[in-house]
């Protein structure tokens, strides 16, 4: 089956306990608008599809929209020219000055793994990342978490709390269980936001084997 879309991808790591931004689908600009006046601006508006992957880098984004008129106005652009099978993700802006990137990968010799890391702009910079075996516990995903080389980044931060690592190790437990489905090939979280000190998944993206549902 291969990727699914944003909003099939949020659906499935919240069945497994992962945190993500507060989020609904909109099919057009008006519905889009609703969804934002609901959320609370600011937001975020993405096209979503199956075949929408790479977000960012197709210009397929728009962030920091504060008024109906923004996000009515990015919509309509999003939309312009999209292929069916397409709608749009409105979500809310989460603040914070950290982010992380997490998954589950398939190794070829070991299987299924977790992967934290730093993400954003840091993580191709600083390629600080580390593994553990899935599915994990709550002591291996600690350890997991110490791993990582840019200890500092994990402590108080411009005015923000430490990195709350038990609720980053549950985060990563909750990863290690979606290995225990046979059709879930991968998983991406990247970024996840470190907002007063806890990560929250702002994007995510999650390949299926082939005949899942």
Request: aromatic content about 2%; overall charge negative; charged content about 20%.
């Amino acid at each position: 089956m291969g990727t699914v879309s944003e909003a099939r991808s949020r659906q499935l790591v919240e069945a497994a306990g992962i945190p993500v931004s507060p989020w609904a689908s909109a099919g057009d600009p008006d519905r889009a608008v609703e969804a934002a006046r609901n959320l609370g601006f600011p937001v975020a508006v993405k096209l979503n599809g199956d075949a929408v992957i790479h977000k960012t880098e197709g210009g397929l984004v728009r962030l920091g929209l504060a008024s109906p008129d923004q996000v009515a106005e990015a919509a309509a652009q999003l939309l312009a020219g999209a292929g069916e099978g397409t709608d749009l993700l409105v979500t809310q802006m989460v603040a914070g000055h950290r982010e992380l990137i997490a998954g589950l990968v398939t190794d070829e010799r070991f299987g299924p793994c977790i992967m934290l890391g730093l993400g954003g702009v840091l993580v191709e910079a600083m390629a600080d990342v580390a593994f553990r075996l899935a599915p994990l516990g709550v002591v291996d995903a600690l350890d997991l978490i110490d791993d990582l080389g840019a200890q500092t980044l994990l402590g108080p931060l411009r005015g923000e709390p430490a990195l709350d690592r038990e609720a980053t190790a549950d985060l990563l437990v909750a990863i290690g269980t979606m290995a225990d489905d046979p059709n879930v090939v991968a998983v991406d979280l990247n970024p996840l936001v470190v907002a007063d000190g806890r990560p929250v998944a702002v994007d995510a993206l999650v390949e299926l084997s082939d005949g899942a549902q």
